[in-house]
C-alpha cells in the first residue's frame, strides 16, 4: 500500500492551483505549503506531493473515486483550472466492465486519471481510516528530578 507520491512539476504555484481545483471534487485539499513544493491529501494528511523540477517527464497518476459522478466532477474541475482533454468520461471495457475513467493532461503534461470501478449508480467503499495515533511521552533522562507534587497529590497522603 503506498503512503504517498511526488509528482515533479515544472511550475509549483501553476500545478498547486490546478491540482487544488482538479481534485477537489475527489476529497483532496492543499494540506501543507513549501517554497518549493506542496503536498495535498484528504483529512489532512498529505499523501499527493508536488515538487518542483524543471525538466519533470510527464508521468500518469490515477486517484481513485468513490463514484463516477465523482469522475465526471473531476473532469470538469480540471478542465476548469486548466488542463487539457485526454479522455472523456467514460466506460473503459477493455480494462475491465466497471472501468470508468477520465484523463486530463496538467499544466507540465503529466495523465491524470480519475478512476471508478464500481457498477453505474454504485458507490465504491471508502478505504477504512488509519488509527489516530497518540503522541508519544517523552523519555524522561536520567539527570531528570522528579516532578513535585500538586496539592491534589500532597491531600491523598
Known sequence: ?????????????????????????????????FPDGAGLGVEGKPDFWLAADAGASPQHVAFAALDRRAVDAFHAAALKAGGTDNGAPGLRPDYHPNYYAAFVLDPSGHNMEAVCHAPAGARKRAAPKAPARKAARPKASAKAKPAKRGARAKRRR
Open 1 to 33: 500500500m503506498l503512503d504517498h507520491i511526488t509528482l515533479r512539476v515544472r511550475d509549483v504555484a501553476a500545478a498547486k492551483s490546478f491540482y487544488a481545483a482538479a481534485l477537489k471534487p475527489l476529497g483532496y485539499a492543499v494540506v501543507m505549503e
